[in-house]
């Protein structure tokens, strides 16, 4: 079965760091587009980041851009999220995707408290 | 960022037809804004129904259809189902960033 699992939420003090990864099955990772996005409790779906297949471009949202950092690992089929600087209104469920092929981990929460 | 905007809330009747827009600050929505629609339930992940304006995947019901409407990205619902009432969102490309709407808490009843 076609899947992403998202690891490494949790919880963390502001001002505190966390790498969120992101593993493929049964597809080849490096082949897409990644993106994360998050959604925060009570709020919408936010596009956080994402990253071309080769790793050579990259977005972000405003409100991560000097504080977060996309990465991947074709050869470990694999995405990153490093997070630093971490605020309360990071406070999310975050999920990895490639959302144009559907693909849809089932995400990860962190919380900053 | 540019802010996309969509209904707070609608509501459909069973067999009704409604339809959810998604407009940009920045202007027009074209097909190079690569308007997505995605539909989210309580509990599950996001699911993407249209992309490209107005491609399906697979799991997408025939009864859901995208499309540029009065400057805006659409999606269409016919014949609606109570297994339809959920959030929807569409997410729009800015040649960068991509930025999501506020979402439509589709109603059912």
């Known amino acids: 079965e076609v899947q992403l699992v998202e690891s490494g939420g949790g919880l963390v003090q502001p001002g505190g760091s966390l790498r969120l990864s992101c593993s493929a099955s049964?597809?080849?990772?490096?082949?897409?587009?990644m993106s994360w996005v998050r959604q925060a409790p009570g709020k919408g779906l936010e596009w956080v980041a994402n990253?071309?297949?080769?790793?050579?471009?990259?977005s972000y949202v405003d409100s991560v851009k000097g504080r977060f950092i996309i990465s991947r690992d074709n050869a470990k089929n694999s995405l990153f999220l490093q997070m630093n600087s971490l605020r309360v209104e990071d406070t999310a469920v975050y999920f990895c995707?490639?959302?144009?092929?559907?693909?849809w981990g089932p995400g990860t929460l962190v919380t900053v408290s | 960022q540019a802010v996309v905007t969509q209904e707070p809330s609608l509501t459909v009747s069973p067999g009704g037809t409604v339809t959810l827009t998604c407009g940009s600050s920045?202007?027009?929505?074209?097909?190079?804004?690569?308007p997505y629609w995605l539909q989210r339930k309580p509990g599950q992940a996001p699911r993407t129904l249209i992309y490209?304006?107005?491609n399906k995947h697979t799991w997408t019901p025939a009864r859901f259809t995208g499309s540029l409407l009065g400057g805006k990205a659409a999606l269409t619902l016919s014949d609606a189902q109570p297994e339809d009432e959920a959030e929807y969102y569409c997410?729009?490309?800015?040649?960068?960033?991509?930025?999501f709407g506020g979402g439509t808490k589709l109603t059912v009843l």
């Open positions: 995707a490639n959302v144009k092929s559907g693909i």
């Open positions: 049964e597809f080849t990772l490096s082949r897409l587009w």
């Open positions: 990253i071309k297949e080769d790793g050579s471009e990259y």
């Open positions: 920045t202007g027009v929505v074209t097909s190079g804004h690569y």
């Open positions: 490209d304006v107005t």
């Open positions: 997410l729009l490309y800015y040649s960068g960033p991509w930025v």
